[in-house]
C-alpha cells in the first residue's frame, strides 16, 4: 500500500478509498483507529481550515496538501482546528476503552511533531480534559453500568526517557521541570507467555475512584520531564506510557446467589477477565537543537520514533513459524531497537485494539508551520499515520479467549481472584469466630439463664421461708396465748410470770405486790373485744421494761407448763404490770417480725420487678415466667394482706396496753391508799401487814370462763360477787368452789406473797366482832368491865381501833375488786 492513500487526481474517489483502506486490512470492525488532529495556529486568520497548500475536511477525514509531493490523505478521523478534546476521544478512543472494559487490550497513542499538540491532546486541560481524564470517567461510568461484574483497577506509570524507564509513580517528590526523577532501581521489560512484554518492577497502585485514579496520574505527570524547545516552552522529553489493568467477572454467575456459589465463583479458574489500557503520550519529533541536552533527547526520542515508524512501515501481518510477526520477506521485525517499540509490540503485532491519534499544525505561508522543515514533518506525520492504518493488522480478542488459548496473563495477575482468594479465606476466619462468638454468646445466655433461674428459686426459698416463720410465729403465737391465759371471752387469764420475790421488794416499786386480776376485773378494765380475740405473743424477757417494775424473767409456758405457771403473786395470776410488759414484749416482737416481713417483701418485689424487666427480653422464659409471676403475686398479696392483719393487731395491743396502763395506774392509787393504813393487825399477826398464815396453802387457780385453760380439770372456780350477809350487797365476796388445785405450785417451792389485802368476808367478820362489842359494852353484861379512867382510856383506843377498821374496811372494799384469794384454802386474813 502507498504512504499516500490518495493522490490529488484521485481524490474524487477519496471517501470510498478510505473505505476500501479500511475493509483491506481487516480493520472494518475498528480495531485500528488512526486519526488526524490539526492544532490551530494562532496566526491564522480562518481557523485553519485553509492554509495555504492545505486543506482540511474534517467530515470526510481528508487532509490535502497542494504542494509538492502533494496528495490527499485519508483516515479513520480527521480533527480540525475546531474540534474539543470531548469530540476526539469520543471518536477516537471512546469505544477502544469500552472495549477494554470488556476484555481488550487497548493502547491509544498520540504521535507528532513537538508543539503540534499531544499532550493537549491525551491530557487536556482543567476547562478541556483530554483522553486520559475522559477515559478514566468512561471506565468508571462503564463500571457503574455493568452491577452484574465486579471490577479491580490498578495503574501503573512509566516513562521512557533517553531510553531508559522510569516509574513515574515510584517517585515521591514531584520533580522539578527538566531535573528529572530521582533515580531508582533500573526498570527492565520482560516478557512471558502469559503476560507478554511488561516492565519491571513496577509500582501499581490499585484505585476505586476517577478521582484517585486522576491524582495518581496526575503524581506522575509531576515528575515527568518536560523541557523548553524551540516549539515547546515545556515540551516532553519522554515517552510517558500510562498503563490501567482492568480486572472483571461476573458478580453472580449462573444461578448462583448465594454466599457459597460466590464462594464457588471465586475460586473457579478462568472467571476473570484482565485487559489492559495503554495510554501513551509521545515525546515529539524534532530537529536537533542547539542545547546538548536537547539534542541527545531529541536523539533518542528521535531514534525511538524512527524505529517505531520502520515497525509500522514493516508491519505484514504475516509471521513465522513461532507466531512471531515478519514482514513480508519474513524477516523479524525490529522491536527490540528500541524500548518504545518493545513495549508497544503486542499492540503493534496485533494482539490489541490500537487508536492512534497524530498531531500535525498547518500554518499560513510566512508562519513557523510553513517552513519547508515544517512541512516536512508534517508529512512525515501524514505518512506515519497512513502506514500505521494501512499496515496494523490487528486480531485482538477479548483476554478471557486469550487465557483459555494460554496468552494471556490473567492467570498470574488476576489480583482479583487473589483478593477474591483472600476474601474467602477470611469470611471462613470470620465465619468460624462468629460462629465461636455465638456459641459463646448462647453459652452466656444459658449461664445467665440458669443465674436468674436461681435468683427465682432463691426468691421462692425467700418466701417460703417468710411464710413458714410466719407460720411458726402464728403457732408461737398460739401457744402464748395458752400460757398467758388470754380469755378469748374479753377476759385474761393468769400470765405466768416468775419473778424473784426478793427482786420485787428490791425495788420497792410493788410494796403491794397484787393478784392478778379476775374476770371482774377485765370488765372493769373495759378491754376492747378486739384486743381480747388477739393473741399474746411469748418470749423471755429479762429487762425492766417498766421503771417502776422490774421483772426478772418471764417465763412462756406451754401446755405442759401450764401447771406450773405462776403469777406475779404466786398464785398463778399475773398482774396488769407484768401483762403490759408482756404485751409490750409482744408489741416488740411483732414490730420485728413486720420489719423483717416488709424488708424481706420489699427485696422479693424488686428481685422479681427486675427479674420480669429482664426476661421479658428472653423468649425462653416467658412460659416459665407466666407461671412464676402468678406464683409470686399471690404470695405478695398474701404477704399484704399478713402486714394489714399484723398492723390491725398492733393497733389493738396498743389500745389494750393503754388501757392496762389506765389500769394499773388506778391500781397503783388503790394500793397506795392501802399502804398508808397502819398495820394494827401486824401485832396480832406476827407479821409486818402480812395477815396471812403461815400454814397458808397455795393460791388457788381460777378459770376464767371460757378460756380453755387447764381444761383436764374441774374448772369450777368463778368469781362471782355475793352479797356480804349483813352487809352492803355491792361488796364483792368471792366464793371458791373448785375442787382442784392441781396448777397451783406446791407451798414449799413457792415463796409465800404477802398479804396485805383484807377480804370482804374478813372485813365483814371483823364488823360483826365490832358490832357484838358495842352491843356488850352497852347491855352491861359485858365480860369485861373497865371503870373510870382506864374505862375511858379503853374507850378511846376502840375508837381509834374503830376509825382504823373503817379505812381497813374501805381499803378492802377497794381491793376485794382485784384481790383474789381461796376462800376455802386460804382463811381470812385479819389486819
Ligand atoms: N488543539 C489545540 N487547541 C489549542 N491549543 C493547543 C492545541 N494543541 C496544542 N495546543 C497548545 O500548543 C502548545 C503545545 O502543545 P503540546 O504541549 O500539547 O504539544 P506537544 O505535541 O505535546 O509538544 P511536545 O512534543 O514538545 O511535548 C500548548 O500550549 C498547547 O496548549
Redesign the pocket.
Known amino acids: 500500500m502507498s504512504e499516500q492513500p490518495t493522490s490529488r487526481g484521485r481524490q474524487s474517489t477519496a471517501d470510498e478509498g478510505a473505505k476500501k483502506s479500511r475493509d483491506s486490512t481487516g480493520n472494518g470492525r475498528g480495531n485500528v483507529v488512526v486519526s488526524v ?1 490539526v ?2 495556529d494562532a496566526a491564522a486568520s480562518d481557523g485553519g481550515q485553509s492554509d495555504g497548500e492545505w486543506m482540511v475536511d474534517g467530515r470526510r477525514s481528508l487532509v490535502a496538501y497542494k504542494g509538492r509531493e502533494g496528495g490527499d490523505y485519508y483516515y479513520d478521523n480527521v480533527f480540525t ?1 475546531y474540534d474539543s478534546n470531548a469530540k476526539v476521544y469520543d471518536s477516537a478512543a471512546k469505544r477502544l476503552v469500552r472495549r477494554v472494559m470488556e476484555g481488550y487490550h487497548g493502547t491509544v497513542f498520540a504521535y ?10 491525551m491530557q487536556g486541560t482543567a476547562t478541556s480534559p483530554g483522553v486520559i481524564p475522559l477515559a478514566i470517567t468512561d471506565i468508571f461510568s462503564f463500571i457503574r453500568e455493568n452491577p452484574r461484574r465486579e471490577f479491580l483497577l490498578r495503574v501503573s506509570y512509566l516513562e521512557i526517557y533517553n531510553e531508559k524507564i522510569h516509574d513515574l509513580l515510584a517517585q515521591s517528590t514531584p520533580g522539578t521541570p527538566g531535573s528529572g526523577a530521582v533515580q531508582q532501581g533500573e526498570i527492565e521489560l520482560r516478557e512471558d507467555s502469559k503476560r507478554g512484554v511488561y516492565a519491571a518492577p513496577l509500582k501499581e497502585e490499585i484505585v476505586q475512584s476517577p478521582t484517585q485514579l486522576l491524582r495518581v496520574i496526575a503524581r506522575g505527570d509531576g515528575v515527568r520531564r518536560t523541557g523548553s ?1 524551540q ?2 516552552a ?3 522529553r519522554s515517552h510517558a506510557v500510562v498503563q490501567i489493568v482492568v480486572e472483571s467477572r461476573e458478580r453472580t454467575p449462573g444461578n448462583g446467589t448465594t454466599q457459597e456459589s460466590k464462594r464457588l465463583a471465586a475460586i473457579t479458574p478462568g472467571g476473570v477477565l484482565v485487559s489492559t489500557l495503554s495510554l501513551i ?1 509521545l ?2 519529533s524534532e530537529r536537533a537543537a542547539e542545547n546538548k541536552d536537547r539534542r541527545t533527547e531529541g536523539a533518542h526520542i528521535n531514534k525511538s520514533l524512527l524505529t517505531l515508524g520502520t515497525v509500522i512501515g514493516k508491519l505484514s501481518g504475516d509471521k513465522d513459524k513461532q507466531g512471531n510477526p515478519t514482514d513480508k520477506d519474513g524477516k523479524h521485525l525490529p522491536y527490540r531497537d528500541s524500548k518504545l517499540t518493545r513495549l508497544l509490540q503486542p499492540a503493534l503485532s496485533g494482539s490489541s485494539l490500537i487508536s492512534i491519534l497524530c ?1 500535525v499544525q498547518l500554518g499560513p505561508a510566512g508562519s513557523i508551520a510553513a517552513a519547508s522543515s515544517h512541512i516536512v514533518e508534517t508529512l512525515n506525520t501524514l505518512k506515519f499515520a497512513s502506514r500505521a492504518k494501512n499496515n496494523i493488522v490487528s486480531h485482538a480478542k477479548k483476554a478471557e479467549e486469550a487465557l483459555a488459548n494460554g496468552i494471556g496473563d490473567a492467570g498470574s495477575r488476576a489480583l482479583l481472584d487473589r483478593y477474591r482468594m483472600e476474601i474467602v479465606d477470611l469470611r471462613k476466619q470470620l465465619d468460624v469466630q462468629m460462629k465461636a462468638k455465638d456459641e459463646e454468646e448462647e453459652k452466656a445466655r444459658e449461664i445467665e439463664a440458669e443465674q436468674r433461674h436461681e435468683e427465682q428459686m432463691l426468691e421462692m426459698q425467700l418466701a417460703r421461708t417468710a411464710l413458714k416463720e410466719r407460720i411458726e410465729h402464728l403457732n408461737r403465737l398460739i401457744l402464748s396465748s395458752k400460757s398467758l391465759g388470754v380469755n378469748f371471752n374479753r377476759s385474761l387469764s393468769s400470765l405466768s410470770i416468775k419473778r424473784s420475790r426478793a427482786s420485787i421488794l428490791s425495788t420497792g416499786s410493788l410494796r403491794n405486790p397484787r393478784p392478778a386480776r379476775s374476770s371482774t376485773a377485765h370488765d372493769y378494765l373495759e378491754v376492747p373485744p378486739a384486743t381480747i380475740n388477739r393473741t399474746l405473743s411469748t418470749g423471755s424477757i429479762t429487762t425492766g421494761y417498766l421503771p417502776t417494775v422490774q421483772v426478772s424473767q418471764i417465763v412462756v409456758a406451754d401446755a405442759s407448763e401450764d401447771e406450773d405457771s405462776q403469777g406475779e403473786n404466786g398464785d398463778g395470776t399475773a398482774t396488769s404490770a407484768a401483762q403490759i410488759r408482756a404485751l409490750h414484749a409482744d408489741l416488740a416482737d411483732k414490730n420485728r417480725y413486720i420489719s423483717t416481713l416488709e424488708k424481706r417483701l420489699l427485696q422479693a418485689r424488686r428481685s422479681s420487678h427486675s427479674r420480669v424487666s429482664r426476661t421479658f427480653s428472653s423468649d425462653a422464659f416467658k412460659g416459665g415466667l407466666a407461671a412464676g409471676d402468678a406464683g409470686m403475686e399471690t404470695q405478695l398479696q398474701e404477704k399484704d394482706a399478713e402486714i394489714a392483719d399484723l398492723r390491725a393487731r398492733l393497733d389493738d395491743k396498743d389500745r389494750m396496753v393503754a388501757a392496762l396502763r389506765s389500769a394499773a395506774r388506778k391500781r397503783d392509787i388503790a394500793d397506795l391508799a392501802i399502804g398508808t393504813t397502819p398495820p394494827e393487825g401486824g401485832q396480832r399477826g406476827g407479821g409486818r401487814g402480812v395477815g396471812r398464815s403461815s400454814t397458808t396453802p397455795s393460791p388457788p387457780q381460777y378459770d376464767t370462763g371460757k378460756t380453755q385453760h387447764n381444761n383436764n380439770h374441774n374448772s369450777n372456780a368463778r368469781l362471782q360477787p355475793q352479797p356480804r350477809p349483813g352487809g352492803s350487797s355491792t361488796t364483792p365476796t368471792l366464793n371458791f368452789s373448785h375442787k382442784h388445785t392441781s396448777l397451783a405450785p406446791s407451798a414449799t417451792t413457792r415463796p409465800k406473797p404477802e398479804k396485805r389485802h383484807k377480804s370482804v368476808d374478813e372485813v365483814t367478820q371483823i364488823l360483826d366482832e365490832m358490832i357484838q362489842d358495842k352491843l356488850d359494852n352497852s347491855n352491861g353484861g359485858g365480860r369485861i368491865r373497865i371503870t373510870g379512867e382506864h374505862e375511858r382510856e379503853r374507850e378511846r383506843e376502840r375508837k381509834r381501833d374503830s376509825g382504823r377498821r373503817d379505812e381497813a374496811l374501805v381499803g378492802s372494799a377497794v381491793g376485794a375488786g382485784q384481790a383474789v384469794q381461796g376462800a376455802d384454802a386460804v382463811p381470812s386474813t385479819v389486819v
Open positions: 488532529r492544532r490551530p482546528t507528532g511533531m513537538t508543539g503540534t499538540g499531544k499532550t493537549f491532546s524547545t516549539f515547546n515545556r515540551s516532553s503520550d515525546a515529539g498531531t
